[in-house]
C-alpha cells in the first residue's frame, strides 16, 4: 500500500503536466501560432513549390521535404529520448527568423523569405523542446535549408563562367579524341551541327543534386563530421567534371551522328553521368569512412 502511494506521489507531477499541456488556453496558442505562420508563410512555400514543379533545375526540391520528415521519424526516439527544456534564448532566433522574413518581404527577396521558414522552424524547436532536441534534429533541418533555390543573382554569377569552363575543357578533351571543331565562347562548332553549352548545361543542376547527394550519404555512411565536410567539397569538382565529361561525350557522338545530340538522347545522357556521379559519390563515402572514421 504505502508502495502504490509512493507510485502515486511519483506520476501526479506527470499527470500535472500533462493536464496543463491539454488545456483549452494551450491549444488556443498553439493554433494561433500555427495559423499566424500559415498565414504568412502559405504564399511563399506555394511560390517556391511552383518553381520546384515548373524548374528541372529545381525539381529536387520536391523530394526534400519528405525526406526531412522521414528522417526526423527515423531518429525520433534519439530525440525523445533528450528531455524537453523550453529555453527562452529560442526568442532570439525567432526574432531573427522574423526580421528575415521581412527584410526579404521588404526587398522581394524569395531567398530571404524562403530561409526565414527553416530558421523559424529551428528557432521554435529551441524555445519549446530545448537546445539538446534541436541538435537531433539538425540534419534534416538542413536538408530544409537545402530545399531553397540559390538567388538569381548567384545562380546568374556562377553559371556564366562554368558555363565557359565547361565548354573548354570539353572542347579540349573532343579534340583529344580526334574530333575537328572549335570553340566561340559557350558555342561548340562541329562540321555540321552547333553545340550551345546553355545555363542547364553548365553543371549548376549537377552541382545542387550531387551536394544534397552527399549530405545523405554523409549521413548514412560517414561518421565524423571531418570525412561528412570532405565529402561534401568532392562532390563539387565531382559534378563539374562528370558535366564536362557529358559535354565531351555529346560531341564526339555528334561528331558521329548529329541525332545522338539531341531530343532523347541528350536528356538520357543526363540522366546517365547523374547516376555515375552518384556511384561515385557512394565509393568516395566509403573511401572517406575507411580513411577517416577509423582514424
Not at 119 to 141: E, H, K, N, V
Not at 172 to 184: E, H, K, N, T, Y
Not at 208 to 214: E, R, T
Request: with cysteine.
Amino acid at each position: 500500500m504505502i508502495s502504490d502511494l509512493a507510485s502515486n506521489v511519483e506520476q501526479a507531477p506527470a499527470a500535472l503536466f500533462h493536464r496543463r499541456l491539454l488545456t483549452p488556453w494551450t491549444w488556443f496558442r498553439a493554433v494561433t501560432l500555427i495559423g499566424l505562420i500559415a498565414f504568412l508563410f502559405t504564399p511563399v512555400l506555394t511560390d517556391m513549390a511552383h518553381d520546384w514543379w515548373t524548374e528541372p533545375a529545381l525539381s529536387q526540391g520536391m523530394l526534400l521535404p519528405p525526406l526531412a520528415l522521414y528522417m526526423a521519424w527515423l531518429h525520433r526516439e534519439r530525440t525523445l529520448r533528450c528531455p524537453a527544456a523550453p529555453d527562452a534564448r529560442g526568442l532570439w532566433l525567432t526574432a531573427f527568423a522574423c526580421f528575415t522574413f521581412l527584410l526579404g518581404k521588404l526587398a522581394s527577396e524569395f531567398f530571404m523569405m524562403r530561409m526565414s521558414f527553416v530558421i523559424l522552424l529551428a528557432a521554435l524547436i529551441w524555445t519549446f523542446w530545448g537546445l539538446p532536441r534541436l541538435r537531433t534534429l539538425s540534419f534534416p533541418l538542413l536538408l530544409l535549408a537545402t530545399m531553397v533555390p540559390l538567388p538569381a543573382i548567384i545562380y546568374n554569377s556562377l553559371a556564366a563562367p562554368l558555363q565557359l569552363f565547361a565548354s573548354d575543357f570539353a572542347t579540349r578533351i573532343a579534340q583529344a579524341c580526334g574530333v575537328s571543331l572549335f570553340r566561340d565562347g559557350n558555342i561548340i562548332q562541329l562540321a555540321g551541327i552547333s553545340l550551345g553549352v546553355a545555363e542547364a548545361c553548365s553543371g549548376l543542376n549537377s552541382l545542387s543534386a550531387l551536394i544534397v547527394g552527399s549530405l545523405l550519404m554523409g549521413y548514412l555512411y560517414c561518421q565524423s563530421l571531418p570525412s561528412r565536410l570532405a565529402l561534401v567539397v568532392l562532390s563539387i569538382p565531382l559534378a563539374i567534371a562528370i558535366n564536362v565529361i557529358r559535354i565531351a561525350g555529346t560531341a564526339v557522338l555528334a561528331d558521329y551522328n548529329q541525332e545522338f545530340a539531341l531530343g532523347f538522347y541528350h536528356a538520357f545522357s543526363g540522366w546517365l553521368v547523374f547516376v555515375a556521379g552518384s556511384l561515385l559519390l557512394y565509393l568516395f563515402a566509403r573511401l572517406l569512412h575507411g580513411v577517416l572514421d577509423a582514424q
